[in-house]
T-cell receptor, first 118, second 115 residues
């Protein structure tokens, strides 16, 4: 079974509108972390936002926010006021592992390609 | 700070050849990892390290070796290259807080082709 599922292979959004990219995860660990990364066409991986499993507030970083619904195991990325430069591939990732074990692994989803339209 | 650096940027190998992909970071990060990225499959973890002298396998370790003799360096060795190892390889590092690694910082990637 997929541990990170991104069901939207591609999405379009009009410039200045908000867009939500979906991510669901599967883990039995009590402590885990959820991340979103952006990969522009140039290929580099850029960290956007992080949510810890014990964080009660949804994480926000500028125009990015993470809609964390723990019971539903979802960690959707919301981009407000989309810009042309937001056109890229977006990856959801989870860090899982047992605290103090030293065995921490990151698992990535297959990504969502976002295209912002002028 | 240079962040995470990887060399080479591009490499072509013949089947059966071996080579080492270099990765270095100057942020004093304890956690380092190697991924491969294939079309439509996201990033898959090859090996990782939680500190100098400690390494462990990820999701797709077969055909690859790693070592971590210093905090800064985490080279990935391809033992006998196969066409199935044609991919883009990313190295990443992250700081550790309260025993857990945080967000990863990625190198620019190495595009490897095996013929």
């Amino acid at each position: 079974a997929q541990k990170i599922t991104q069901t939207q292979p591609g999405m379009f959004v009009q410039e200045k509108e908000a867009v939500t990219l979906d991510c669901t995860y599967d883990t039995s660990d009590q402590s885990y972390g959820l991340f979103w990364y952006k990969q522009p066409s140039s290929g580099e991986m850029i960290f956007l936002i992080y949510q810890g499993s014990y964080d009660e507030q949804n994480a926000t970083e500028g125009r990015y926010s993470l809609n964390f619904q723990k019971a539903r195991k979802s960690a959707n990325l919301v981009i407000s006021a989309s810009q042309l430069g937001d056109s890229a591939m977006y990856f959801c990732a989870m860090r899982e592992g047992v605290l103090f074990s030293g065995t921490y692994k990151y698992i990535f989803g297959t990504g969502t390609r976002l295209k912002v339209l002028a | 700070n240079a962040g995470v650096t990887q060399t080479p940027k591009f490499q072509v190998l013949k089947t059966g050849q071996s080579m080492t992909l270099q990765c270095a970071q100057d942020m004093n990060h304890e956690y380092m990892s190697w991924y491969r990225q294939d079309p439509g499959m996201g990033l898959r973890l090859i090996h990782y390290s939680v500190g100098a002298g400690i390494t462990d396998q990820g999701e797709v370790p077969n055909g690859y070796n790693v070592s971590r003799s210093t905090t800064e360096d985490f080279p990935l060795r391809l033992l006998s290259a196969a066409p199935s190892q044609t991919s883009v390889y990313f190295c990443a590092s992250s700081a550790v807080r309260d025993y857990e690694p945080l967000e990863q910082y990625f190198g620019p990637g190495t595009r490897l082709t095996v013929t």
